[in-house]
């Protein structure tokens, strides 16, 4: 695996100081509040794009709602996707982030890529011995995926103690967490259906009545 940042590509490097060493509460996922609320905790991006794309024009709209940390936007990806195209996700992802750190947002690297582009791409950016990294994980998707994108951020880290959280996943995932002593986050959607208990016992409906 090379993260050498393709010629005609600069991509931007994180700043290892400001990655994250743990989740502040509340939990939530961009869009599922209002954006002029204050949300003190971390914010992740494992939702549809259109959700949060309008960040890229202007990056600002996370920093005035006062969280402390953020996983990185999750552009989509495909595997049937032109190199050019994932490379594109990766800068613009690798660019907000290095925005937010700046304004003292803390962050953990988003795994959550194609698979075909996984190895070659994911961590470019990304400076050796870096320990904060999540990934979702779609309800009918394999659990070796999750299990391959762990290899790779250890591998990257130099070390197994990593910060590693999974977000959604079926029951089977969870416990899988459990097990691999990562942190993991419920899918949005099943906290408000009362189908799995919010990560931190923080729901969206305390969040919402917390920041009147």
Same mark, same amino acid.
């Given at each position: 695996m090379s993260?050498? @940042?393709?010629?005609?590509?600069? @991509?931007? /490097? %994180? #700043?290892?100081? $400001?990655q994250a060493t743990k989740l =502040?509460?509340?939990v939530a996922t961009w869009g599922t509040i209002g954006r002029s609320r204050r949300m003190p905790g971390t914010y992740c991006f494992y939702t549809d794009d259109k959700n949060f794309t309008a960040l890229w024009k202007d990056p600002s709209k996370l920093l005035a709602s006062g969280c402390k940390v953020a996983v990185e936007a999750n552009f989509s990806t495909f595997d049937d996707d032109d190199p050019e195209a *994932? %490379?594109?996700t990766i800068y613009r992802k690798r660019v907000l982030s290095t925005f937010w750190q700046k304004s003292g947002i803390r962050i953990l690297v988003d795994l959550d890529i194609a698979p075909n582009y996984l190895a070659d791409y994911a961590l470019l950016g990304v400076p050796r011995g870096w320990k904060a990294y999540a990934t979702r994980s779609h309800r %009918?998707?394999? $659990?070796?995926? *999750? =299990?391959? =994108?762990? #290899? %790779? /951020? !250890? =591998?990257?880290a130099g070390t197994d103690d @990593? &910060? &590693? !959280? *999974? &977000?959604g996943g079926s029951r089977k995932i969870h416990q899988h967490c459990l097990e691999r002593n990562w942190i993991h986050v419920p899918e949005h959607i099943e !906290? !408000?259906?009362g189908r799995a208990e919010p990560y931190g016992g923080v729901s969206v409906k305390d969040l919402l009545?917390?920041?009147r």
């Open positions: 993260n050498e @940042i393709p010629a005609g590509w600069e @991509i931007p /490097a %994180l #700043d290892p100081n $400001m =502040e509460l509340p *994932v %490379l594109t %009918l998707s394999q $659990m070796d995926a *999750v =299990e391959n =994108e762990y #290899d %790779l /951020a !250890v =591998e990257h @990593i &910060f &590693f !959280v *999974v &977000f !906290v !408000v259906r009545r917390s920041t």
